[in-house]
């Protein structure tokens, strides 16, 4: 059993800023040893990769988010953050989180809404 729970999406104004989180349980993997990736969904869209990080703090960012959002881990807590800025209208996505390669196991995700 594999489960990610994520939270602290919301409607906000272009140019601010929201702090995900996730929440991640299972009896299968050790947290610690994996890398997590954040990923998004919108509407009409194949879901991408974000961001990533892997068990020893390296990340990787699409392009598109660079400079805006930071990707953090508490391995203590089995969660991972997601801290994006300036956020603009493109980025209004469901946004989940799973390992990265991910697993067949997907939250419900929490939804990003950037108005112009």
């Known amino acids: 059993q594999v489960q990610f729970v994520e939270s602290g999406g919301g409607l906000v104004q272009a140019g601010g800023s929201l702090r995900l989180s996730c929440a991640a349980s299972s009896d299968i993997f050790i947290f610690d040893n994996y890398r997590m990736g954040w990923y998004r969904r919108a509407p009409g869209q194949e879901r991408e990769l974000v961001a990533r990080?892997?068990?020893?703090?390296?990340?990787y960012y699409v392009d598109s988010v660079k400079g805006r959002f930071t990707i953090s881990r508490d391995n203590a807590k089995n969660t991972v953050y997601l801290q994006m800025s300036s956020l603009k209208p493109e980025d209004t996505a469901l946004y989940y989180c799973n390992l990265n390669p991910p697993t067949v196991y997907w939250g419900q995700g929490t939804q990003v809404t950037v108005s112009s």
């Open positions: 990080i892997d068990s020893g703090g390296v990340f």
